[in-house]
């Protein structure tokens, strides 16, 4: 079963840190360029950041460049989030997602698995 | 950043029913792009890419249409299973954005 597992959330003030892994199974994950995308309670879905199968590669969303850097490891399958600098407006839920391509690749296109997210909490 | 706005955000349809939602894209896309659907506490769940190809194992009620600018998503017989709220994407520039969401109701 194709499969991807987020962990790491949870309650954290505001200026501090949380690393979020996201764990895959299921398929040859290297071969694969991964993304994380994040839904603030009750609002829509917002694009983080993508990062090519050698992380050669990596885009972020202006509302995280500096603060988040993502991050993978092949051999151990995984895919990282560290996250910095937290702020109230971080509180969501943050999902792992598989990014597939219908040509060359090296951009994120569409994404055909998630995870089951992991809720972050940013609040004094 | 191409704004991805979509209509209506909500709507209530009866099981059997033809459902379509649409996105405007605020410039030309290319047609690239894809719709999710996300059922409440789930994560989301890919549906359509590339404006029409329907991702394996979706069942074959939903279609995607448009080019350029205008999209549609259509189920073309409403199951109780489709509640939950669907999102466009559009993938033709960075940042990916979404549209805002349809949330679906059965009546």
């Known amino acids: 079963e194709v499969r991807l597992v987020e962990s790491g959330g949870g309650l954290v003030q505001p200026g501090g840190s949380l690393r979020l892994s996201c764990a895959a199974s299921?398929?040859?994950?290297?071969?694969?360029?991964m993304t994380w995308v994040r839904q603030a309670p009750g609002k829509g879905l917002e694009w983080l950041s993508y990062?090519?199968?050698?992380?050669?590669?990596?885009y972020y969303a202006d509302s995280v460049r500096g603060r988040f850097t993502t991050s993978r490891d092949n051999a151990k399958e995984s895919q990282f989030l560290l996250m910095n600098s937290l702020r109230v407006e971080d509180t969501a839920v943050y999902y792992c997602?598989?990014?597939?391509?219908?040509?060359?690749?090296?951009?994120?296109?569409?994404?055909?698995?998630w995870g089951q997210g992991t809720r972050v909490t940013v609040s004094s | 950043d191409i704004q991805m706005t979509q209509s209506p955000s909500s709507l209530s349809a009866s099981v059997g029913d033809r459902v379509t939602i649409t996105c405007q894209a605020g410039?030309?896309?290319?047609?690239?792009l894809n719709w999710y659907q996300q059922k409440p506490g789930k994560a989301p769940n890919l549906l359509i890419y590339?404006?029409?190809r329907l991702e394996p194992g979706v069942p074959s009620r939903f279609t995607g249409s448009g080019s350029g600018t205008e999209f549609t998503f259509t189920i073309s017989s409403l199951q109780p299973e489709d509640i939950g709220t669907y999102y466009c994407?559009?993938?033709?520039?960075?940042?990916?954005?979404f549209g805002q969401g349809t949330r679906l109701e059965i009546k």
């Open positions: 590339d404006i029409s």
């Open positions: 997602a598989r990014s597939e391509s219908s040509g060359l690749g090296g951009r994120p296109e569409h994404f055909d698995v």
């Open positions: 994407q559009q993938f033709e520039t960075l940042p990916i954005t």
């Open positions: 299921g398929f040859t994950f290297s071969s694969y360029e």
């Open positions: 990062i090519s199968t050698s992380s050669s590669t990596i």
């Open positions: 410039q030309d896309i290319n047609n690239h």
